[in-house]
């Protein structure tokens, strides 16, 4: 009597997995912030998102909101490069002391509105309707940017522009991508 073993049968690659699929919602954490996304497949492998993230503790912000709509193309079985713009707003506030003739505290505040392209690189592993990815590395440079800044007064000119050339640097800064974990659904 011959005995017959078979392998077990091997995941289905995500390629393959995502081929099936016609759009997604997922949620992300990470250093960019925590937010969700939904997207759609397309041919080619390749999907378009569109996603946000709240961010409270961006350098020197108060609060960092990032609306971002962007391609992903796979390559690969679960690589991709993703190409995108964003929409980001940020409020700064700093506790300045202004001095002439009288010491006093006061805070001085920012709103900046950016629209950024960005480039990104990560992994998507897919499992039947679950995935799990992370987005490793990217830029996020500043295309188009405005702000308005409050300061108390009396204040220093001095202080003022010092103020100014804080949030002009902060608008026009490039922004780096940093590991952000994400997990969703596919159908």
């Known amino acids: 009597m011959v005995l017959m073993a078979s392998a077990p049968a091997l995941a289905e690659p995500s390629f393959a997995i995502r081929e099936q699929k016609t759009w997604m919602i997922e949620g992300h954490l990470g250093y960019n912030g925590i937010g969700a996304g939904i997207g759609i497949f397309l041919p080619d492998d390749a999907r378009l998102d569109i996603n946000f993230s709240q961010n409270d503790f961006e350098q020197g912000s108060d609060s960092n909101t990032v609306y971002k709509v962007e391609y992903q193309m796979f390559t690969a079985n679960s690589f991709y490069v993703s190409l ?104």
């Open 84 to 187: 995108g713009v964003n929409h980001r707003r940020a409020v700064y506030t700093d506790r300045i002391f202004w001095s002439e003739f009288h010491r006093f505290d006061a805070d001085a505040r920012a709103e900046i509105e950016a629209t950024h392209a960005h480039f990104s690189i990560g992994n998507e592993w897919s499992f039947n309707k679950f995935f799990i990815g992370g987005e490793w590395f990217g830029l996020s440079t500043p295309l188009r940017w405005q702000y308005k800044t409050e300061y108390p007064t009396p204040a220093l000119q001095s202080d003022i522009d010092r103020w100014n050339d804080d949030v002009d640097r902060a608008a026009r800064r490039t922004h780096l991508i940093m590991p952000n974990l994400y997990v969703g659904f596919a159908f």
